[in-house]
């Protein structure tokens, strides 16, 4: 039982499953052969949506991380109640196959800050594997401005006419890179679906988030926007009215090519520690572009400064225009 005077960060893990309970409970407060454990000190469980919302309230933990599959109350629904009675930091831990990735972009979109994937081996060495990857995003949660974050997000109005087919549009003239990390999705949302088509411009993104999440993210775009909004594949063209959501875990870059700029692809060492980082993007745009690029960097959602990908993008473009976008 730890003392009042533990200063660790406190934290209600929530999840049907008594299994990932155990473990997260050990990977974050501290458990014998665990490295790295101990950061943080977990002061209660959940086994479901509603058991959440009540320890919420009894606990008062500094950060939740959510399962979002559970029965009775699931975790979406947990996640509104959380932030429009008791708003504080959730970290979403989804499975990142089937349905589980559609229901985390939304869960971001409620207000969840962070997303980790859980891993396909669901015996306890598998979740210790992902202990680091856990800490680091239950930190970066815990940095957000959640006064940046409203309650219960709505999508915006139904878009505009859709653009022409990809067979049909022009390559891109004009480009626009964007660089998002925490609290990215919820920005996205809001600023993608209200771009405009027919300014012959492509829009590049690179937003940190595990592998697989990324086109979940993008289809959820695409569902809002005017534009086309794609998981950027190696080798695509690039062309107007579309925007290209760099793939997690991979650098996403623009290559000069005979009948026009195309996409590239690449795992490339991680850049200020994120993979896909914003400054291999801003640098290709700014070379292919030059004076037609566009370069927005959301930030805002840091209490100390956006994340590492964002605070570099500057310096990455050097060369071409840049604004920063406050979410």
Not at 97 to 124: C, H, Q, S
Not at 139 to 145: E, F, K, P, T
Not at 206 to 216: G, I, Y
Request: with cysteine; net charge positive.
């Amino acid at each position: 039982m730890p003392s009042f005077s533990d200063r660790r960060p406190s934290v209600l893990v929530v999840d049907d499953s008594a299994l990932m309970r155990r473990v997260l409970s050990d990977v974050l407060g501290g458990a014998e052969g665990i490295a790295g454990a101990g950061e943080f000190r977990v002061v209660a469980t959940a086994r479901d949506g509603f058991d959440a919302v009540r320890k919420v309230h009894q606990f008062d933990p500094d950060v939740v991380t959510m399962d979002l599959e559970m029965p009775e109350l699931d975790g979406l629904g947990a996640i509104g109640y959380i932030m429009s009675e008791a708003a504080r930091p959730i970290v979403v831990v989804s499975a990142h196959a089937g349905p589980g990735t559609g229901a985390a972009i939304r869960a971001l979109e409620l207000g969840a800050m962070e997303i980790v994937a859980k891993p396909d081996e669901a015996n306890r060495a598998a979740l210790v594997r992902m202990g680091p990857e856990l800490r680091a995003a239950v930190r970066r949660a815990l940095a957000a401005d959640l006064s940046h974050v409203s309650v219960m997000a709505r999508p915006p109005a139904p878009p505009p006419r859709r653009a022409p087919e990809a067979a049909l549009r022009a390559r891109a003239r004009f480009a626009v890179a964007v660089a998002a990390s925490t609290g990215g999705p919820r920005a996205l949302a809001e600023v993608i679906p209200r771009l405009p088509t027919g300014r012959g411009a492509a829009v590049l993104v690179v937003q940190h988030m595990p592998p697989k999440f990324t086109r979940s993210l993008a289809e959820r775009l695409d569902s809002l926007s005017a534009l086309r909004v794609v998981e950027a594949d190696d080798g695509t063209p690039v062309v107007a009215d579309t925007a290209y959501v760099a793939p997690g875990d991979y650098h996403m870059r623009v290559l000069r090519a005979p009948d026009g700029p195309v996409i590239a692809l690449d795992q490339e060492p991680p850049v200020w520690g994120v993979r896909p980082a914003a400054d291999p993007l801003f640098r290709s745009v700014a070379q292919v572009f030059g004076a037609q690029s566009l370069g927005v960097v959301l930030t805002g959602m840091g209490r100390d400064g956006a994340g590492a990908c964002v605070r570099s993008a500057p310096r990455a473009a050097a060369g071409s225009r840049r604004i920063g976008a406050r979410r």
